[in-house]
């Protein structure tokens, strides 16, 4: 501001004749200078009043208020970048324990099921088994059964051809102890 002072002072005492307000430009001519200082004066003094006390709180404000909401938005982000952070965690956590919780349940699953099948492997084996034993009882009966009918067939076929042939009955003793040698010279010359 000081040196504004001075340099209206020393415009004012500078006593120049320019050639120039002649020519038709009155502002050059130094007989209009202390009007257009004053007047000057007058505007910027004016500006400077408008702006310092009106339009620089007003702009001062905007740009407090509008600090306010950026740093009320900044915590605002923090805190839910902390609560999405937390939030993550326990995400994961919850994760990692629904994972341990499936790893739990398909291995007892899989132990159930080996021991279901242990069991049930245990129970066919044990059908098998009283299957295999009923067969061979019945088998044995079965062939017992057979050797007993197979002996009276034979008996009966050797009583026909001894009355076809020699036209005569034989005693039913003498045909069964013959059948019965057969019988067992057989089962020596299958067991050889």
């Known amino acids: 501001m000081k040196k504004f002072f001075a340099l209206l002072t020393f415009l004012s005492t ?11 430009m009155p502002q050059l001519d130094p007989e209009y200078w202390f009007s257009q200082i004053f007047w000057l004066i007058i505007v910027f003094i004016t500006i400077y009043i408008l702006i310092s006390k009106i339009f620089i709180p007003k702009i001062k404000g905007s ?5 306010d909401k950026i ?11 902390e609560q999405a952070e937390l939030k993550l ?16 349940i398909t291995s007892k699953s899989r132990q159930k099921l080996n021991e279901d099948m242990q ?16 067969a061979g009882i019945e088998i044995k009966k079965l062939k017992n059964d057979s050797f ?11 009583s026909n051809l001894v009355k ?17 040698q057969t019988i067992k010279e057989y089962e020596r010359d299958k067991q050889k």
Do not use: C, P
């Open 14 to 24: 500078w006593e120049t004749n320019i050639h120039s307000a002649e020519a038709g």
């Open 63 to 67: 740009i407090d208020m509008r600090e």
């Open 71 to 81: 740093r009320k938005d900044l915590e605002e982000a923090k805190t839910f970048k």
């Open 89 to 104: 965690k326990e995400y994961n956590s919850l994760m990692e324990t629904a994972k341990l919780d499936v790893k739990k």
């Open 119 to 134: 069991i049930k492997k245990e129970q066919i084996q044990k059908k098998i088994d009283a299957e295999i034993s009923n």
């Open 148 to 158: 007993d009918k197979v002996n009276l067939i034979s008996q009966d076929i050797v």
């Open 164 to 180: 076809d042939i020699f036209g005569e009955d034989l005693n039913k003793s003498s045909i069964e102890a013959s059948v019965s």
